[in-house]
C-alpha cells in the first residue's frame, strides 16, 4: 500500500498527476540520496514479483482515501531537499491506473491483431516477456508497459487454443471479431491487468475466473493453476528451443566409432588441463569456487555434438558449460537457484553494445567518486538504514567503514542505471571486486574458496592501522599471513570494469544462438522428455563441502538481499546439511552402505549424505528423462571425507545412475591444481585437514542413455 499526502511536503515529496494521465509518486527515504532498496525496491519490481500496488491518499488526519490500484511504468529523478535541507537525489515513481491496462479489448482492438495465430507460439511469448532498450521519457515508459500488457493478453489467449485452460471446455461464445472468448487471470495476484510472465497467467472461461477470484477453494484452485500453466510453459520453452533445427541432422559423431564407444576414448583422455589458458572470452568475469576448466566441456560439446544441438547444464553455477554451448553454436540451457550463479551466467553469455557499456560503467565511477569524495556525510547516514540489523552487523564485521562509502556510492550508481542489460554487467564487476581469492576490498581473505578468514591486522593504503593494533608487531606467522592492506572499491572497481570489457570485446563478435539461464531446480527440470543432446555439469559436494553461500553473500548482501533469506536460500541447495523434511529415497547397495557406515560414526553426518545421493538421486532421473537415447551426460565430481570416510561419490553416483537406467561405460579422472582450484592459497599440506583431503582430484563420470 502507498500513501501520498500534502505533509510529505517538509520533506521534499511533491507527488501529483501529470499531463500523462500518471501519478507522481516520491519514493522513500528522508535523508540523503534515495536508493533502490526496501520499499522503493518493492515498488520498481512489483509486476516482476506479482505484487499489487494499491494507492492511498490521506485527506485528513485519520482518514485516507483509495485512490485505485496502480502499475509502475518506470522512474525517473530530481533533485530535492532532504528533511535537514540538504540538496540529494530523489526517485520519483510514474504510476498509471491499472484500469490503463486491463480493459477489456474491443473488436477494433482485435482486428489489430488479426494475424496473432499466424505467429509462432514462442514468439508470441518473447515479445510478452521482453524489455526494450530504456526509453527516454514517462510517455516512452508507459508505451511500453502497455505493449507488455497487450502482448501477455494475446499469448496467453493464444496459448489456450480457444479452449479454458482449467476446465478445458471450449470458450463460451466467439467475439465479433471471430477469436474464442477467454478471461486472462494473473495467478499471483489479487487483480487482472497489467504487465506479469507468462508463467503467472491463464486464460480462463468466465465460470472459473470467478472460481479463482471468489470461491471458497480459490487458494488450492490458484495452485491447480499454477502446475496447469507449468506444464504448459515447459512444452511452449521445449518449442522455442527447437525452433531453429533442422529437419535433417548430420549424424552426430564424424568418427567411425560409434557415440558410446567415442565417449569412451574422450574420457580416457587427458582431462586436466593444467598448461592451458581458460581465461578467453568471459570466462574470468567472475571468481567462481570449484568451476572446471572450460575446455572440459569444450571437449564434449566439440564431439559429441553438432551445430544448433542442444546442451544442458541443470546446474550451471558459474555458467562455463553454457557459455561454450554458445561460443560453439549450440543451444545452451542452464538452471540454478542461487541469485550470484545466474548473475554470472546471464552477462557472461549476454551480447552488449560495448560503447554503451564503457560510457554508462565510466559516469557510474565518475559519479560515484564524486559521492564518496564530497558526499560521505550523507552516505554515512544512508548507511544506518540500508539494510536489516542482521545485515548492518554482517556488513560491519566484513567491512571496514571507508570500504562501506565506496561500495554504498557504486551500487546506488548502479542501480540508477535503466537498462537491464548494462546494470547486470555492472552489478558482476561490482561482485567481482568483492569475491576474491584474497577477499577483494573486504576484511576476509580466500573468499573465492569460500572458506572466508577475517584479517588479524588491517592498513589503510597510507600504512595506517585500522584493525589489530595490539598485533602489528607479532611473529606469529598465522598473523602474518592474515595481515591485509585495504584496496579502494573504486580503484578496484575501475580496473575490474576494463578487464571485464576487454572480455566484452571478444564475445561481442560471436554470432551464436542465445541461451536460455533460468531459476530452476535440477531434482525437477521444466523440459520435455527427450529433448536434450547433451549435459555437462558438475554438482555441488556432499555436506557442503563447498559452500557458495558463504562467499556468495558478501556480495549479495549489496544488492539488496537481505542476511537471513541468503541462509534461508542456502538450506535449499544439494547438499545441504539440513535434515528435516527430507525425502530420502531407497539407495543402492554401494550407496547405502557408505551411508550406513558413516551414520554409524556420526548419525547427522550420515543422514546428510543420505538426502545428498537422495537429491542427486532425483536429479539423475531427471537427466535421463530430458536426455534423448543414444546420447551422454557427463558428470564432474568430487569425493568428500566424511568422519574419516570416503564418500565414494563418484561410484555410488554411477550405481544409483544404472539403477535409475544409465549405462556407465566409464569413469575418467582429472587430477587438480590445487593453487588454482580450491585450497587455500599459502597454507602448508596437512594430510589431516579434511579440506585438503578431498580436493586433489576429481572424477568425470559418462552416463550414456541407451537407445533402446
Known amino acids: 500500500m502507498l500513501f501520498t499526502g500534502e505533509q510529505g511536503h517538509r520533506y521534499g515529496y511533491r507527488d501529483g498527476w501529470s499531463e500523462d494521465g500518471l501519478f507522481l509518486y516520491t519514493g522513500e527515504g528522508q535523508k540523503g ?30 482518514y485516507v482515501r483509495y485512490t485505485g490500484q496502480m502499475i509502475c511504468t518506470g522512474f525517473h529523478e530530481r533533485r530535492g531537499p532532504d528533511r535537514n535541507g540538504h540538496d540529494r537525489r530523489v526517485i520519483v515513481f510514474e504510476l498509471a491506473p491499472l484500469d490503463a491496462f486491463s480493459r477489456p479489448a474491443t473488436p477494433d482492438h482485435e482486428k489489430k491483431h488479426t494475424g496473432i495465430s499466424q505467429v509462432p507460439l514462442p514468439v508470441l511469448r518473447e515479445r510478452a516477456i521482453s524489455f526494450s532498450a530504456a526509453p527516454s521519457t514517462s510517455r516512452e515508459r508507459k508505451a511500453i508497459v502497455q505493449h507488455r500488457s497487450d502482448a501477455i493478453r494475446l499469448y496467453v489467449l493464444e496459448r489456450a487454443e480457444g479452449v479454458c485452460e482449467a476446465c478445458g471446455q471450449p470458450a463460451p ?17 489479487l487483480s487482472d491487468g497489467g504487465p506479469d510472465h507468462p508463467q503467472w497467467v491463464v486464460a480462463l472461461c468466465p465460470n472459473c475466473h ?6 471458497e477453494d480459490k487458494v488450492e484452485f490458484n495452485r491447480q493453476l499454477t502446475q496447469i500453466i507449468a506444464d504448459k510453459e515447459s512444452r511452449v520453452l521445449k518449442a522455442a528451443y527447437q525452433m531453429t533445427l533442422p ?10 566409432c560409434p557415440y558410446r564407444e567415442e565417449l569412451v576414448y574422450l574420457l580416457s583422455q587427458d582431462l586436466d588441463f593444467h598448461s ?9 568475469f567472475h571468481s567462481f569456487p570449484a568451476k572446471f576448466p572450460p575446455q572440459l566441456p569444450r571437449k564434449f560439446i566439440n564431439e559429441l555434438t553438432v551445430a544448433e544441438d542442444i546442451v544442458l547444464d541443470p546446474m550451471l553455477g558459474s555458467g562455463t558449460t553454457v557459455l ?27 551480447p552488449l553494445n560495448v560503447e554503451r557499456v564503457a560510457q554508462t560503467g565510466s559516469s557510474v565511477l565518475e559519479r560515484a567518486g564524486h559521492a564518496a569524495a564530497k558526499r560521505t556525510d550523507r552516505l554515512q547516514e544512508e548507511l544506518a538504514t540500508y539494510c536489516d540489523p542482521k545485515t548492518r552487523k554482517f556488513i560491519d564485521y566484513w567491512f571496514a567503514p571507508q570500504t562501506q562509502i565506496e561500495l554504498l556510492a557504486l551500487i546506488t550508481e548502479i542501480e540508477r542505471v535503466d537498462h537491464m542489460e548494462v546494470r547486470a554487467f555492472l552489478e558482476l564487476v561490482f561482485s567481482a571486486v568483492i569475491i576474491t581469492k584474497s577477499g577483494g576490498v573486504s576484511l576476509a581473505f580466500d573468499l573465492a574458496h569460500t572458506r572466508p578468514h577475517r584479517a588479524k591486522v588491517v592498513l589503510a593504503q597510507t600504512g595506517e592501522v585500522v584493525l589489530g593494533h595490539g598485533l602489528v608487531n607479532s611473529a606469529s606467522p598465522r598473523v602474518k599471513l592474515l595481515t591485509k592492506t585495504l584496496r579502494s572499491p573504486l580503484q578496484e572497481f575501475r580496473k575490474r570494469f576494463q578487464q571485464n570489457l576487454d572480455g566484452l570485446h571478444r564475445k561481442a563478435r560471436i554470432n551464436a544462438l542465445q541461451p536460455c539461464i533460468a531459476v530452476g531446480d535440477a531434482q525437477s527440470l521444466p523440459l520435455d522428455d527427450a529433448s536434450v543432446d547433451l549435459i555437462v555439469t558438475s554438482p555441488p559436494y556432499a555436506a557442503n563441502a563447498i559452500d557458495y553461500m558463504r562467499a556468495h553473500k558478501f556480495s549479495l548482501v549489496w544488492m539488496g538481499y537481505p542476511i537471513d533469506d541468503l541462509g534461508q536460500k542456502r538450506k535449499e541447495y544439494i547438499g545441504g546439511e539440513a535434515v528435516t523434511d527430507v525425502d530420502f529415497e531407497q539407495l ?15 548419525e547427522k553426518k550420515g543422514r546428510v549424505l543420505h538426502r545428498y545421493y537422495s537429491e542427486m538421486t532425483r536429479t539423475l532421473r531427471e537427466m535421463f528423462r530430458v536426455l534423448k537415447p543414444g546420447k551422454a551426460a557427463i558428470i564432474v565430481v568430487g569425493s568428500s571425507v566424511m ?39 599459502g597454507f602448508e599440506p596437512d594430510l589431516e585437514s579434511q579440506i585438503q583431503q578431498r580436493m586433489h582430484e576429481e572424477y568425470v563420470v559418462g552416463f550414456y542413455k541407451p537407445e533402446t
Open 33 to 62: 540520496d534515495m536508493t533502490f532498496v526496501r520499499g522503493n525496491l518493492a515498488i520498481r519490481d512489483h509486476a516482476e514479483n506479482g505484487k499489487d500496488l494499491h494507492l492511498f491518499e490521506y485527506v485528513r488526519r485519520g
Open 276 to 284: 592451458q589458458d581458460s581465461g578467453y572470452s568471459s570466462h574470468n
Open 173 to 189: 461464445f466467439i467475439t465479433s471479431s471471430g477469436r474464442p472468448y477467454l478471461e486472462p487471470h494473473h495467478i499471483r495476484r
Open 588 to 602: 543402492p547397495d554401494r550407496a547405502n552402505r557408505v551411508v550406513t557406515d558413516i551414520t554409524n560414526l556420526d
Open 210 to 215: 470467478r472460481r479463482a477470484h471468489y470461491s
Open 324 to 350: 561454450e554451448a554458445f561460443l560453439a553454436g549450440r543451444k545452451g540451457i542452464g538452471f540454478d537457484i542461487d541469485p550470484l550463479a545466474l548473475l554470472v551466467s546471464k552477462v557472461k553469455v549476454t
Open 247 to 256: 529437419l535433417a541432422r548430420a549424424e552426430q559423431v564424424t568418427s567411425d
Open 643 to 681: 568422519r574419516g570416510r570416503d564418500t565414494e561419490t563418484q561410484t555410488c553416483l554411477a550405481d544409483i545412475g544404472r539403477a535409475i537406467g544409465f549405462e556407465v561405460p566409464k569413469i575418467g579422472v582429472r587430477y587438480l591444481d590445487r593453487n588454482r582450484r580450491m585450497l587455500p592459497a
